[in-house]
């Protein structure tokens, strides 16, 4: 089969890898001019005018490593030569965990340190060595090109896509036309203009704009423990500390798209080295320990949830096309779901046109289908999670207690959260192993609360919330407090 992957991020080129080594021909269309860098630093530097987000901060979560180690481990080897670094669960324990026994499903509860840049030039390398994959560089996809399709004997409406036009006026034809580019897609606009049925689309805010800045340690000197918090949730402000490959991390800072002021104040890269050396969790690893890799902070706003249907009434808005990672579906980055969901869609795709090769169609619903039971609940849970965190965010920056009302069974649940299920990860094997296998996607969104043991052990720390000191504040609690410690 020949296939057309619109976009040379992670989830166009783990589809790329994935088909080419099932026999497909790829063609992969990229279009932000990116000559093939030798390095990772030089990776680092590459002009992603296209995906803004790849100098930002990035989680690479145990589904993808399993899905990498178990499938391609040659590309796990060469991530690991080129300096990324494995997260194993049972290391860097809290020091309250005293009781912790590995069990044999730990092994799967492996992240990987990395910047994104790095894994996609890693990627990239194992595209072009299969031999089977070429690169269209700096030129962009403005189009599809289709013919009527037709459905027993007749015409149909819905078109049959035969690959794609390109901006320098050429076409690139083919079987297949996998669209990859990402949350910014036109796709809709390409089927619409080919005459396909409108695609509809579940879209909710985040609330939430993202600032990150990236470091490296200097010579001698080394991460600071992590057996503590490396992020926290202050309610007007998210953070956290991302490990990368070759000594360097990123840190990032998240705040409500209407609080202004913290926006503004953010951008200034002083004003953002303060404000993280204010913060708990950020604060050792900014003590002169690391210096700058980026002269600015990287911003990200008009951040999704999205999920788009391209099957309507049990068939493809078009044959031909199918699209993956976030063009049809993104989340919250916040989360750090999107490279996993990425990868993990491209490998859905992937099996399902193994089990339809002759019936791209077919293979539309079914990888439909599947993403629909595997990552749609973690789309369903980001929106949930967005909407909570934007009622609070909203009380905050009003001056308003966001627990106030007692009755409210959001109270209640974030009553749950914060005095039973956090201080239980620190203390409790059980429920760290439970939760650390939902933060990588190994188990379902809400395996946590169907597990009547898990539970059980939650809701007995909450209950004695009382009868132990408060934890440690993760940074300023009133917002007001966090502003008089930045410059004005």
Known sequence: MRVTVVGGGIAGLGTALALARRGHEVTVVERDHTPMPTTADEAFEWDRRGAPQVRHSHAFLGRLV????????DVYAELLAQGATEMRFGEDLPPEMIDFVPEPGDAELVMLACRRTTFEWVLRGAALAEGRVSFRTGVAVEGLVAEPGHTDGGPDVRPVVRGVRLADGSEIEGDLVVVASGRRSAV???LAAIGAPDVSEEIE???IVYFSRFYRLRDGLEYPPRSGAIGGDLGYLKYAVFVGDNRTFSITLAVSTEDAELRRSFGDAKVFDLAARELVATEPWLDGRAEPLTATV???AGLLNRWREFVIDGAPAAAGLIPVGDAVLCTNPLYGRGCSTAFWGAALLADALDAHPDDIAAAAVAYDTALRAEIRPWYR???EQDGEARRVAAALLAG???DADSDDPRTFMRGVLRDGLLPATRSDP???RAFMRSLNLLSAPDAITKDADVGARIFAVWQDRDNRPPPPALGPK?????LELLPG
């Open 66 to 73: 399993q899905l990498l180690r178990n499938d391609y481990p």
């Open 188 to 190: 809709p606009e390409w």
């Open 205 to 207: 805010d985040t609330g």
């Open 298 to 300: 990287y911003v990200m």
């Open 381 to 383: 849970s980001s929106v």
């Open 400 to 402: 308003l207690d966001p």
């Open 430 to 432: 059980v429920v760290l």
């Open 478 to 482: 009133r917002r007001a407090d966090f």
